[in-house]
């Protein structure tokens, strides 16, 4: 993988992973620290030497490793910077492997960004899959289990339609696999297939229910890994060979705003703050989908940005379960004494979800909604615009107010329990709330970073323009006013939502069915039949020859017999009944064997 | 620290309410003699307040709707799935 002195940044995490449960346990936690460092030090060494690098010869085929170009290098910027904060978070977690597979699950992120044809996206793809459900499994409460494998079941799926579409693809274009804009204004089924592939991936309706299932379930740290990683290595790959596909600009609303209805509904914090992944990568689906230059440089810095407020929210009410052991509405409540730089941190995520100005969000999320505007597509720039009101609805509000004031539904138990978290996870998420106020406050320092970069200066002119802020102001400061008027409304409810994902969870349930009463049914309709018709006629002739057996043929065989069983004790008392010792007589009796014939 | 500044503005929460009621009518206001609309994109935007008027319907439709909606049966025991 190793060519020109570029080193792949997935390799030193992959043989960063591998060393790990090897070493000493005064060395780890540095170690921890210091693998993600050098992965994000390697990304910052490509910055500017653009071109190919890492092309490996394999079979037939010439294998791309390292594409680095603008639109990879904001993408590994962030998500390597997002693996050391997460495995800060993580530093106290003792279960090796969960380091292991959380660094293996980036690795594969970071290769399907590097990589530059199908065959190796593909490769990272499944390492992706395979690597995160681990971070479900160590969660290890009974329900995880299952969890993990609807999670793995949904994506192996996915990964079939990628690969249908790539192995079509290939026979279509006479073996071509770069891999690159797709050719949006002829598609064709190979096009649609790798496109399912990538949406299930981004969670898009309705390939999406495996998100708040498995991310809600997932342990602390895995959940603040699995929040940055999969949906938006999909962005990327939707950004590299889908830009400009118009079905994506419904997709992308829809999503947006069926995240913020089952957010309405959800009782559990880390469920609706997965619902409200779904929601803002709608906001990126839809400005691929839009795909001008303004909106691709919209959907990159919002999955930027996004990155970090997610992660900073998954960590803030993840320490609230670390701390409580509870992450739903109905056990928690008026936690701001007990938990007070948890719930800053957790405000800051909040503030830059909702896009409030001196926020990362709204440098970033407004990008793609002035992209939607500039296009005429009025419909979705405004329902977009609607979905934002909802985001600062549930996270902005919802989720401080509920855990940290409303009604205290706290038990004895959890109050006594509640308390800011380690050292380290609040180091973690102190630097997330840094950097969302930073990107907020300092413009350059993400735009300086987008692929279009004449586009991004233009817009960086106009997004603390007046108007800009005004607008936003109002329609986040009035959404206030309805949440407070309407906020009994609100008051969370101890049940959960049925959502796409009980259609192959009862359809499961329905093949058990199936097998255990129709064909069952079946099955023993079969075995009485037999009986009757064979069976039973069976049985009486088998009952005469019992007989004949037993008063003619015996009287012959039993003199042998007696013979036979001479024998079989004799050979019984040379078997100790241990295996090593028979493998000892088989192969003594050959090594005689062998030499008897090669001297006789 | 933080606790106490908490503690503070809830012991004051009437005069806080009135004053995020005057933030709210100064934000509009400025809005409406201060902010030009030459970066409006659509007509509906010269309305005066119409933002502030968006966010608030906004925020009441997504909380009815989706209440509706998850009381249409989409809201379930917590059991549901449990055999």
């Keep these: 993988m190793i060519t020109d002195f570029w080193l792949h940044p997935s390799l030193i995490l992959i043989v960063g992973a591998l060393i790990l449960p090897f070493l000493p346990k005064w060395l780890k936690r540095p170690y921890l620290v210091i693998v993600p460092t050098l992965a994000f030090l390697d990304v910052l060494s490509m910055q500017g030497q653009y071109g190919t690098f890492g092309v490996v010869h394999f079979l037939d085929w010439f294998l791309t490793f390292g594409r680095v170009d603008a639109l990879t290098m904001v993408f590994a910027y962030i998500m390597t910077l997002m693996c050391i904060i997460g495995t800060i978070y993580g530093l106290h977690v003792e279960d090796d492997f969960q380091h292991v597979a959380a660094w293996l699950y980036v690795a594969g992120s970071l290769g399907v960004i590097f990589c530059g044809d199908y065959l190796v996206l593909f490769l990272f793809w499944e390492l992706m899959a395979f690597a995160s459900v681990f971070l479900v499994w160590f969660r290890r409460r009974p329900e995880s289990l299952g969890v993990g494998y609807r999670y793995l079941l949904v994506h192996t799926a996915g990964g079939l339609a990628l690969l249908a579409g790539l192995v079509l693809r290939y026979q279509a274009t006479g073996g071509d696999l770069s891999f690159g804009p797709i050719g949006v204004g002829n598609p064709s089924i190979s096009t649609y297939l790798i496109m399912i592939g990538f949406l299930l991936n981004a969670a898009v309706p309705p390939f999406h229910a495996w998100l708040p299932d498995a991310y809600g379930e997932a342990t602390v740290t895995g959940a603040v890994f699995m929040c940055a990683f999969t949906t938006k290595t999909a962005i990327y790959a939707l950004a590299r060979a889908f830009a400009g596909m118009e079905i994506l600009v419904p997709l992308g609303v829809c999503m947006a705003l069926y995240g913020v209805v089952y957010a309405v509904l959800e009782n559990d914090a880390r469920r609706l703050l997965a619902y409200h992944i779904i929601s803002q990568v709608g906001y990126m689906v839809a400005g691929v989908g839009i795909g001008t230059e303004l909106a691709i440089n919209g959907a990159c810095a919002h999955a930027f940005a996004h990155i970090l407020y997610k992660g900073l929210l998954f960590m803030g009410c993840g320490s609230v379960l670390h701390m409580t052991g509870k992450s739903k509405f109905t056990d928690l409540g008026g936690l701001y004494k007990k938990m007070p730089k948890t719930f800053v941190f957790t405000l800051i995520g909040g503030l830059s979800i909702s896009a409030f100005p001196l926020f990362s969000g709204f440098v970033s999320k407004s990008m793609i909604v002035a992209a939607g505007f500039e296009e005429h597509i009025y419909w979705a720039a405004f329902l977009l615009t609607l979905a934002s009101a909802g985001t600062f609805l549930h996270t902005g509000l919802k989720v401080p107010y509920f855990i940290w004031f409303g009604k205290n539904n706290c038990s004895q138990e959890t109050w006594d329990k509640a308390a800011d978290p380690p050292w380290n996870m609040q180091l973690a998420m102190g630097v997330a709330a840094f950097l969302c106020i930073f990107i907020g406050c300092y413009t350059p320092y993400l735009y300086n970073m987008l692929p279009y970069q004449e586009e991004a200066r233009h817009y960086a002119q106009l997004v603390y323009g007046r108007y800009h802020v005004s607008e936003s102001l109002q329609i986040l400061l009035f959404t206030a006013v309805g949440f407070f008027l309407l906020i009994k409304k609100l008051a969370p409810e101890p049940k959960i939502s049925i959502d796409l994902d009980w259609f192959y969870r009862m359809g499961g349930r329905g093949f058990f069915w199936l097998a255990r009463k129709p064909i069952q049914w079946a099955d023993n309709c079969v075995s009485e039949g037999y009986r009757y018709v064979g069976l039973i006629p069976l049985m009486t002739t088998a009952n005469f020859w019992s007989w004949f057996d037993w008063h003619a043929i015996d009287g012959v065989v039993d003199g042998l017999a007696k013979t036979v069983r001479g024998v079989g004790g004799l050979v019984r008392r040379t078997q100790s009944g241990q295996l090593q010792y028979n493998i000892f007589y088989a192969v003594s009796f050959v090594a005689v064997a062998l030499v008897l014939y090669v001297f006789a | ?83």
């Design chain 2, 1 to 83: 620290m933080i606790v106490k500044l908490i503690d503070f503005l809830r012991d004051r929460l009437q005069l806080v309410i009135r004053l995020s009621y005057v933030g709210l009518a100064l934000l509009v206001a400025w809005d409406v003699l201060f902010v030009s609309k030459e970066h409006a994109h659509t007509a509906v935007e010269h309305i005066p307040g119409f933002w502030a008027v968006f966010g608030f319907v906004a925020c009441v439709v997504i909380i009815i709707v989706s209440k509706w909606y998850g009381h249409l049966g989409i809201m379930t025991r917590e059991d549901y799935y449990d055999n």
